[in-house]
Each structure stands twice: as C-alpha cells, then as structure tokens.
C-alpha cells in the first residue's frame, strides 16, 4: 500500500476527476466530490489547476429556479488534438480528433511501395503537415499513436510485419527525430479492441475483439489495461490450429484458424469456386440479397469454423464482452444469432458478443482514443461516440 506519497495522491485525484468530467460531459464541483468521494476542497483545488491549464472550462447554466446558478466544468475539447494513424496494406488513414475524442478530419492516403523507407517518409510528412495545421491551440498535437498491422513489443518497437516483410523496425525513434511528437507505436487489433471500450462498452472492463479482415488479430482489455504477454505479442489467435493436417498457412503451420474463418480467405475461395477475376464484399451482399443458395451455404460453414475459434477463445478468457469486427458478419443477417447457435458448452461463459459498429474505422478512432488517454495520464476513458 502507498501511504503519504502526496504527489501521488494528487495524480490519482487529478485522474479521477477528469475521467468523471469527460465521462459526464457537464458536472458541478459538488457533483464531482459526490461522485468521487473526494472533499470539496480536493476538488476545488484540483479543478482550479485545470483551468490553469486550459483543460477545464466553466459555464454557467441558465435555469428559472430561484438561487445561485451551479457552475458546470466540461472538458477543454479544443485545447489540444490526437493523431491516430491506421499503417494498412497499401493504404495509410489518419483522423484528427478533439480530446473528447470526436473526430475532426479524416485522411487516407493510398500507396504501392512498402519499403520502410517510404512509408516512414510518408509519415513523416503527413504528421508534419498535420502538426502545422493544428498548432493554433494551447497543445497543438497532443500525441501521435501509429496502429501496425503486425508484431509490436511492449517497448513499442516493431519485431515483425509479415506482409511489409518489416523486421526490427525503430519506427517510433525514427518519427520522434524527424517530428518531434509523442510517438506510440501500437497493434492493429489493440486499437480496436480500445475503440470499442472508449466509445461503445463503457459498462465492461474485460472485452475481446477480433478483427477478421484480412488475417484473425485480437486486442485483449482485461481489468481495463491491455494483455500484451511476456513479449507484447500476445492475441495472435488466427495462427490457433483448428483443423488437425488442415490448409497451410504463412506461418508455417497447417490449419490455422485464420485460413477458415478470415474474410480474406472466404472472398479468395468464392472466387476461385466461381473462377472469377474478383470477388468482392458487393458481389457477396448482392448473393445474398438474391438468396444464393450456395452462398448460404457457404456463410453457414464459415460461420461454423469462425464459431470454433470464438469457442476457444471464450474459455480461454472468460471475458465479458467480445466484439467481432468484420464486413461478411454485418451483410450477413442474424450472423450473431447464427454464431451463438454453434456456441452451446455448458462451460463457456460471457455476457454479450456484437458485432463492431465501427468498420474498419475503429483502428484510428481507438488510437486517438489512446492518444488522449497518455495525455490525460487516466486509467480509462468513457467518451460519446460522434461522427466526424
Ligand atoms: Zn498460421
């Protein structure tokens, strides 16, 4: 136990009030010392600080009712902006957002050459400009996280992106010489798991999220901080054997989860099947609409080995939420129903499983969301989802 380590104290009344006012919107001084159990001195006393510090401001609410008006605080949105950046396949995506975590612009920017160099040099570029654009406020960019699609140790540093063929990689000292920023370096699917926390699942602190695109990530919130592993690589759950002498896949392995239940795979197989040039998620939503009985069939099967995996995971973890995060299971009607049929062990617990509202989107939302919370310096976040 920490005993009279004032500073400490004070960084930890400081968090719980800020988390209170973000999460709120709008609270009283005295809201807050209910809320938190802190005195009306603390609280005061910390307040004054942050509107100091440009993060608090007051209004005064107009109401008819006889007696002083409550000075409301909220949260200095415009005081500062995060930057989070989505590093994809050929295609990089940048939001801008407020510290209430609303986003304000959005940036895609389509590349071929997946060589290191050029990819750091787009950054390197775009966050400059990003950072010229923003500048006119108290922090300017309060920080940076870059989401990678690949292996990220818990020191940031990049250990392996299997489809850039990136090894080793000192993105973050690489980008911190060249923009002098607070750089993060983060996993794909953490993001995304951080996203749907932020924004949408603020009644659970132990959430999964599988993002099935192109391989199978998953982002593990336990007890509201990240399961990373020894290393930081913890979650990569597509390379979970499923089938026993099953399809090869990149990783060396046969029967890997990913290779039966990623969307990429089911796209590619419906193509060959039809030998076709492509097979794209519009040609799926308009099989379905026509009801394909062979599609059916085939989204059936998929379902079924996408369910065996969720099977493993769930009694792996027993978390309490899990949210999936793909394009098929959001054209395919009643897929969660469909999925949960398959999930009938008396031993496996959870509470909800859905299906992420946020698209392929949620990577740069939830490292905005992240970028804010080391600003901030708080345990958590509770923010309203807005539409940019
Ligand atoms: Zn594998």
Known sequence: MITGDAAYIKKINRSLILEKIIEEGMISRADISKATALTRATVSAQVADLVDEDLIIEAQLEHNSVGRKPIMLSLNAEAGYALGIDVDYGQISFTIADLLGKPVTEK??????????NVLQILIEQINLFNEEFNDNRYGIIGVVIAI???????????FVPRFQWRSVQLKEDLEKACKLNIHIENNANMSAFAERAYHHHETNSLLCATIYSGIGLGMIMDNEFFRGNDGFAGEIGHMIVVPHGRPCS??????????????????????????????????????????????????????????????????YNPDTIVLDGEILRLYPDSINKIEEHLTSSISHYRQLSISSFGKKSVTMGACAFAIKHFLDVPMLNLKYQEA
């Open 251 to 316: 990783c060396g392995n046969k029967g890997c989860w990913e290779q039966y239940a990623s969307e990429i795979v089911f796209l590619e197989n419906m193509k060959e099947e039809r030998n076709l040039s492509s097979f794209t998620y519009g040609d799926l939503e308009k099989l379905i609409n026509e009801g394909d009985q062979e599609i059916l069939e085939r989204l059936d099967n998929y379902i079924y080995y996408l369910s065996i995996g969720l099977n493993n995971m769930i009694n792996m």
């Open 149 to 159: 699609h690949g292996l990220v140790g818990k020191d940031e540093k990049i250990h």
């Open 108 to 117: 895609i920017i389509e590349y071929k050459n997946l060589d290191y160099e």
